[in-house]
């Protein structure tokens, strides 16, 4: 990085590095100067209100304050006329082919395959770790794909995946692998239509194991020892602590890591953005949101998919808050 | 129902730490067996073996005929109630006592049967819908107990299953346990560190010290008779008096008195040891006496204990209530020589 293009405005770099931490003293100062003065009562009430009001201002000037301006913008054409549902018509035409259906189609595979998956291999892996000398070296391995951006892990995948005319030496490893070994004709696994989303899919759940193994491994090792010891005296086999002991008592974890997995899911798009662009009926509503708004040109239309994900995101997030309460509470 | 041998048992869990040592004991069918010792000695891990809950580094343990050494725990037919009680969070106090039962695959209505039979015993009748955490901490004993009584188990474990009980409800449970053991018919084997509920409980008392099982016997022979100088001090409170002695011509002289020994010993120098109650203001002609200088005086009612000193040894006497002393006295007790124990110096061995 070129340093000195900082330096061309230095009054900038001034105010960034003195005036913010200066803003930000003076306001906490302030505040607390001003409550102090408040009667003894009031005090209590006021003062979180001081320290949440800056989250809650950046919350709403980003956050909020933008997914309002979508919900107007998914009501009005490209001139800034109200076209009422319109917008979400045309994203709703031609079941199953037309719109975004084909986008709908992909989310609702990403949302059962790479959830069901990665809350399965997740178990799995902690299960047996569990059991394993070195246990954290093996589970850092697993752990390493979540420390590769999404998008560098689209390239590995994408190369993974690479397809050679039958003819040509296949540089794809699972190419190479289907040629060399199997003795099969390459495939193409990104073009192909039957299995172009799954192969996508499976690039996520490599890069997305280990963090679900992380987390229910933490909830394994909190089981006590001497349940699963009063278990064995009790006559149960391995198999059975796990479904009748260990199982239930990680589920509200496995709940939280599950609805966490399905808005994943819901808004999957760096993957299938670098592998594929949603080209071959690859499709997500994510890509098809930025599609339609930088390259289509069409801010309505974008904001009314934008907006058919919120509302399939907001039930989802409830309940994992929820749950996630709960398995607090059980601590 | 069983007996359980341990045969020459040790466990080692490096080769430098060893917990358990040639640990040899015979329990026999439907005895109430008390294993007890100072924290840390090993008694756990002696239990645990048996339940097949730590591996046997040498030796045998044998249920019945059967030696257990590599059978996997579940298939011991063995019940273990464990000091954290260990319930199962997530079932209800009915599911945590079915479930072994559901492991022997026994039909739903004798599990119902035997479950309702066990909650009748244990008065748990009106909590079998609740879970673990909406119950008393005597409650969730005694849901552990029952989970351990529904499946007529071979041999019964318990591991310091009382410690975490108010003094008031220990001692009711005391009780119970030896009605529960009279009723059951079966094997029980109980580990505690204390003595008082070792003494009160066990038809015999296993002694640990240090991984070193140091006499086994009814609570009286382990009382009047104890076989070394741990054992001594281990059992009685408070402890029993040690006086550092020397032999002369039948007698054992301590700094502050003479004590005739009732047979002649080998050694010319010992311990001498009497417990407090030996010790008593009724004065016999014939009989030994020691004068002590009261330092202490506790009345508890049915008791009097006096702390003081006889020449340059620290005594305790337990006397009757009615004697008037008061601290800075010098008073003047008997010795009943039947009381009396000696120990060797180095080995600390018994010697009389
Ligand atoms: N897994 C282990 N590895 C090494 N040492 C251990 C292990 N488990 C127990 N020990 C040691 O073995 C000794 C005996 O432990 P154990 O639990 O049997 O004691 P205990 O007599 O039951 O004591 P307490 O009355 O405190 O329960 C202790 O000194 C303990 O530190
Ligand atoms: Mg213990």
Not at chain 1, 144 to 164: D, R
Not at chain 1, 167 to 176: H, I, R, S, V
Not at chain 2, 58 to 66: N, S, Y
Not at chain 2, 166 to 195: M, P, S, W
Request: proline letters at 5%; a neutral charge.
């Amino acid at each position: 990085m070129d340093l000195s293009l900082l330096l061309t405005d230095v009054p900038t770099l001034v105010v960034v590095i003195v005036g913010v931490p200066a803003v930000l003293g003076a306001y906490i100062l302030g505040g607390e100067f001003l409550v102090r003065r408040l009667p003894d009562r009031a005090r209590g009430s006021v003062r979180p209100w001081i320290w949440v009001a800056p989250a809650l201002f950046f919350v709403t000037a980003f956050l909020v304050a933008p997914a309002i301006g979508t919900v107007f913008t998914s009501f009005q054409s490209h001139g800034g006329d109200w076209i009422g549902l319109t917008n979400y018509q045309r994203q709703l035409v031609d079941f199953p082919n037309g719109g975004a259906w084909i986008a709908i189609r992909n989310n609702l595979y990403w949302l059962v395959l790479y959830t069901l998956f990665v809350l399965f291999f997740g178990l799995l892996l902690a299960v047996l770790f569990d059991r394993v000398p070195y246990e954290s070296v093996v589970k850092s391995l697993i752990f390493m794909p979540m420390a590769i951006s999404a998008v560098a892990l689209g390239v590995i995948w994408k190369f993974m995946f690479w397809y050679q005319p039958a003819d040509a030496p296949q540089t794809g490893t699972l190419n190479a692998i289907v040629v060399n070994v199997f003795h099969q004709a390459p495939k193409t696994w990104l073009t192909d239509p039957n299995v172009n989303n799954f192969a996508l899919i499976a690039a996520a759940i490599w890069g997305i194991t280990g963090f679900s193994m992380v987390i229910l491994s933490a909830a394994l090792k909190g089981i006590p020892a001497d349940l699963l010891e009063a278990a064995r005296v009790d006559g149960a086999g391995e198999i059975t602590i796990f479904r009748r002991v260990i199982f239930p008592l990680m589920m509200p974890t496995v709940v939280v890591v599950g609805t966490t997995l399905v808005i994943f899911a819901l808004k999957a798009f760096d993957i299938v953005y670098v592998m594929t662009a949603g080209n071959f009926g690859t499709d997500v509503l994510a890509n098809r949101m930025y599609k339609l708004l930088y390259q289509a040109d069409n801010p309505g239309g974008a904001s009314a998919v934008a907006i058919i994900l919120l509302l399939a995101v907001i039930p989802v997030l409830i309940f994992n808050l929820r749950q996630f309460r709960a398995v607090e509470a059980r601590r | 129902m069983s007996s359980v041998t341990y045969d020459h048992v040790v466990k080692r869990y490096t080769s430098d730490l060893t917990v358990v040592k040639d640990f040899n004991v015979e329990i026999a069918d439907k005895e109430f067996m008390v294993l007890v010792g100072p924290s840390g000695c090993g008694k756990s891990t002696a239990l645990r073996m048996l339940a097949g809950l730590e591996t046997i580094t040498e030796g045998q343990i044998r249920i019945g005929d059967r030696v257990v050494n590599h059978v996997a725990a579940k298939d011991r037919d063995i019940a273990m109630v464990f000091q954290s009680y260990a319930l199962y969070p997530h079932m209800s106090v009915f599911d945590n006592m079915a479930f072994p039962l559901q492991m022997k695959k026994m039909s739903r209505s004798e599990i119902d049967k035997r479950v309702k039979q066990a909650s009748g015993i244990l008065g748990l009748d009106n909590f079998l819908k609740r879970k673990p955490k909406a119950l008393s901490g005597g409650q969730r004993q005694r849901v552990a107990l029952g989970r351990a009584i529904v499946r007529n188990p071979k041999v019964f474990l318990l591991d310091e299953p009382l410690s975490n009980l108010d003094a008031k409800l220990r001692g009711q449970t005391r009780v119970e346990l030896q009605k529960l053991h009279r009723d059951l018919e079966t094997t029980f084997i109980y580990v505690t560190h204390d003595q008082v509920e070792a003494m009160t409980m066990g038809d015999r008392i296993a002694i640990m010290n240090a991984g070193i099982l140091q006499q086994v016997g009814a609570p009286g022979e382990i009382y009047d008779h104890p076989a070394n100088l741990f054992v001594a001090g281990f059992i009685g409170t408070p402890t029993m008096n040690f006086v550092p002695v020397t032999m002369e011509n039948g007698n054992a002289k301590a700094s502050g008195f003479d004590v005739k020994l009732p047979k002649p010993v080998g050694a010319d120098k010992g311990i001498l040891g009497f417990r407090p109650e030996a010790l008593t203001d009724r004065i016999q002609d014939d009989g030994s006496t020691l004068e002590i200088k009261v330092e202490v005086v506790e009345r508890l009612g049915s008791d009097q204990f006096l702390y003081g000193t006889a020449g340059e040894d620290t005594i305790t006497a337990r006397v009757d209530p009615r004697m008037k002393v008061a601290p800075g006295d010098r008073a003047r007790l008997g010795l009943d020589l039947r009381g009396i124990h000696l120990f060797d110096s180095q080995t600390e061995k018994a010697l009389l």
